[in-house]
């Protein structure tokens, strides 16, 4: 697949008095942002502002520890590398991007954190005004330091994740005011070029799987997009079967009903009504893929390897998608050799009190040197 030619940028090739680039096609990389790079694929025009804050252009790096261990060639998409660390930038900036350009003033969310520190931190970037719901008590601590420290105003109700969205989808029809959950088109537009990316970097060609978190339902209703418009233009002969994985107390779609009182501690997928669940079933089945569920112990285990043996710490729900991973290829639906791709949502520091659950305490000792190689003696 080719990068498409964007109104800015000239590159090195073009205009001698460009910067050089390494790759001249790779914008991304080079901070002018999602919606530079990909203008003539997303749902933008010329007046829509090329607000950015260094979102997209994440790794997707070959887990060559994890995948011997597994027994598939496994890949993993980084996306907790976006600057706010999480994939929600990708679809904010686009959201954001649109609703200056419709001339909003204030953005509103309701949100588990991630969507809060990345709405934050675009309405930051803008100047505009930015109005956060989150669950009282059910939030890391990272999410909740993100949106605050960038000037949001924080709301936190007694009730779900759920409520909070009814209320601000209620709230958004007031003036100026600018709904930016997964509700809202332009994410799932920003958030597709993850998609785009995975095909990029895995030579045009599509992985056998997509493992990926399922709470909201935005980000895989997002990818199933991005695939689905490549295969339609012909730059892709094949398509990803999707796993969509869902934490056990918060599965609606794997369940068939809505949970009214969801429980997990990968808060961020905790979630019992989610708004694009009609979209991520038709995915799933277009693509002859599954929804699976995963306990809390079987993500953490997941959230300890992927840290221990491929030295990726992302957030429990993150971790899901590798959870998912290992109970298919044990249950035989993903037939070893294949090439996966687990999309790594959330970066672990946003939430240090679930890390301090997995980790060795650390070790006192006196200065010298001596003291110190006893204790390394002491644990070889
Ligand atoms: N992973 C992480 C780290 C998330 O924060 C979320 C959703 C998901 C996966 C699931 O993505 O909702 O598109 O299916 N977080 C939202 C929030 C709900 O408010 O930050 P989804």
Redesign the pocket.
């Known amino acids: 697949m080719t990068t498409p030619a964007s109104t800015s940028a000239p590159t090195a090739s073009d205009d001698p008095a460009a910067p050089l680039r390494i790759r001249s096609d790779d914008r991304t990389a080079r901070g002018e942002g999602l919606i530079a790079r990909w203008a003539d694929r997303i749902d933008v025009d010329d007046a829509t502002p090329r607000l950015t804050i260094g979102e997209g252009g994440t790794p997707l790096v070959h887990a060559r520890r994890l995948s011997e261990r597994l027994g598939v060639e496994l890949h993993l998409k980084l996306e907790l590398a976006n600057p706010t660390g ?3 930038d990708r679809g904010m900036c686009v959201a954001v991007a649109r609703a200056v350009q419709a001339g909003a003033t204030t953005l509103i ?8 520190a990345s709405a934050a931190a675009f309405a930051a970037a803008a100047g505009l005004q930015c109005v956060v719901i989150v669950p009282t008590g059910k939030i890391a601590a990272g999410k909740l330091l993100q949106a605050q420290v960038a000037g949001a105003l924080v709301i936190q109700i007694d009730g779900s ?1 759920d409520d909070g969205l009814a209320a601000v989808r209620e709230l958004s029809t007031r003036p100026g005011i600018a709904l930016v959950n ?1 509700v809202n088109e332009y994410r799932i537009e920003g958030q597709k070029t993850g998609a785009f990316e995975v095909v990029e970097d895995l030579g045009g060609t599509a992985p056998d799987w997509l493992c990926i ?8 209703t997002a990818y199933w997009r991005g695939f689905t418009e490549l295969h339609a233009s012909g730059e892709l002969t094949s398509l990803p079967r999707l796993l969509g994985v869902q934490a056990a107390g918060a599965a609606p779609l794997v369940d068939g009903h809505d949970i009214e009182r969801p429980e997990t501690l990968a808060t ?2 905790r ?1 019992g009504r ?1 708004a694009r669940g009609d979209q991520a079933l038709a995915a799933v089945a277009d693509s002859r893929g599954q929804l699976r569920k995963r306990t809390d112990e079987q993500l953490v285990e997941a959230y300890a390897l992927l840290a221990k043996d491929a030295g990726i710490f992302c ?1 429990p ?2 971790a899901i998608s590798v959870a998912g991973l290992i109970d298919a290829i044990h249950d035989g639906t993903i037939a070893r050799g294949s090439r996966v791709v687990c999309v790594l ?2 970066h672990g520091l946003k939430d240090p009190d679930t890390a301090a659950t997995i980790v060795q305490p650390t070790i006192a000792c006196g200065p010298s040197a001596a003291a110190i190689a006893a204790v390394i003696d002491a644990n070889a």
Do not use: D, L, Q, R
Not at 109 to 116: Q, W
């Open positions: 999480s994939f929600k969310c309701a949100s588990t954190g991630n969507t809060s994740f997964s978190p399922v709470g909201n339902a935005g980000n895989i961020a997928i979630i989610p957030e729900a993150s949502t959330g």
